[in-house]
């Protein structure tokens, strides 16, 4: 399958406060367009309507497919919000820093960004796959306010930190960091897997109710009281097949053998919200957590 890439150059400084709505541009919105008409499509800056070629420099070749079609984005856009909104189909590569929303409520397709991501990342997201070279703000994979589910499916992937209530309301899905997390990671969550290589923040799994997973292969602080100590466990072929299938699933995503075999500290809950969700500890960056929980830490 061949390929065509539009690639959006922008024209705007960076350093400007006036948020860009680029909710209409994807691919699926792009399919069977001429460039001419790219270049005349309607967007929102600030209060005012404008065109997407008074912001950005718009070259390359459209498709009549919106799934041969790849948006590629030259430099920083950290107004532009809702960028990949609804997507099925198609790939977004972003070489700079996005705004908030980047693939809320995506349904297919790829997004990559070799830059930061500001909040919202991926919400609601129920498809597709969205890797990040960077860091991301809060929120990401998250249900927005008012609904019952966030993640929904698909995966997400980054190498660099993350903010606050990471996989909030997740329901199923695949998230992988390389880095730290803040606060409320999980929160909410009803089922899927989020992994952290880094250090797992306060409050992890707050309100799980009911199977979700979290796993902290680097060092965890400190738990809920309300997430129980379930016992030390190693070799567990649920996980290596699990490990196994991410691998597959995700680019650039690998575990050691160490990673497989274990072992890991179980926890379960949370149930101050009569959850069954667990918390998987890798137990040689993590031997503190027992002592502090005898110690009535």
Not at 84 to 97: F, L, N, W, Y
């Amino acid at each position: 399958m061949t390929a065509s890439k539009i690639v959006l150059q922008p024209t705007f400084d960076p350093t400007e406060r006036i948020p860009i709505d680029l909710s209409n541009i994807s691919p699926d919105t792009l399919a069977g367009k001429s460039l001419d008409k790219i270049t005349k499509m309607k967007i929102w800056r600030g209060n005012r309507r404008t065109t997407l070629g008074k912001l950005f420099e718009v070259t390359g070749k459209g498709d009549k497919s919106a799934e041969k079609i790849t948006i590629e984005v030259l430099g920083k856009i950290p107004q532009c919000r809702h960028f990949g909104q609804d997507m099925t189909t198609g790939k977004i590569v972003v070489k700079g820093e996005v705004g908030m929303h980047l693939g809320a409520r995506m349904k297919g397709g790829t997004i990559e960004v070799k830059g930061n991501v500001d909040h919202w990342l991926g919400a609601e997201m129920s498809g597709g796959a969205i890797r990040v070279r960077g860091n991301v703000g809060d929120k990401a994979a998250s249900a927005y306010l008012g609904s019952n589910y966030g993640m929904n499916g698909g995966s997400l992937y980054i190498t660099g930190n993350v903010g606050h209530e990471l996989g909030m309301g997740m329901r199923r899905g695949v998230i992988v960091v390389d880095g730290d997390t803040e606060s409320f990671t999980g929160t909410r969550m009803l089922a899927g897997t989020i992994i952290i290589r880094g250090q797992l923040g306060p409050r992890a799994g707050a309100s799980m109710r009911y199977k979700g997973t979290i796993i902290a292969l680097g060092k965890v602080d400190s738990l809920m009281p309300t997430h129980l100590f379930n016992g030390e466990y190693s070799e567990m072929l649920f996980l290596r097949l699990l490990l196994d299938a991410i691998e597959k699933e995700i680019p650039g995503v690998t575990f050691t053998e160490k990673e497989r075999v274990g072992p890991y500290l179980r926890f379960t809950g949370d149930f101050g919200s009569g959850g069954r969700g667990e918390l998987l500890l890798f137990k040689p960056t993590n031997t503190h957590i027992l002592g502090a929980r005898n110690n009535g830490e």
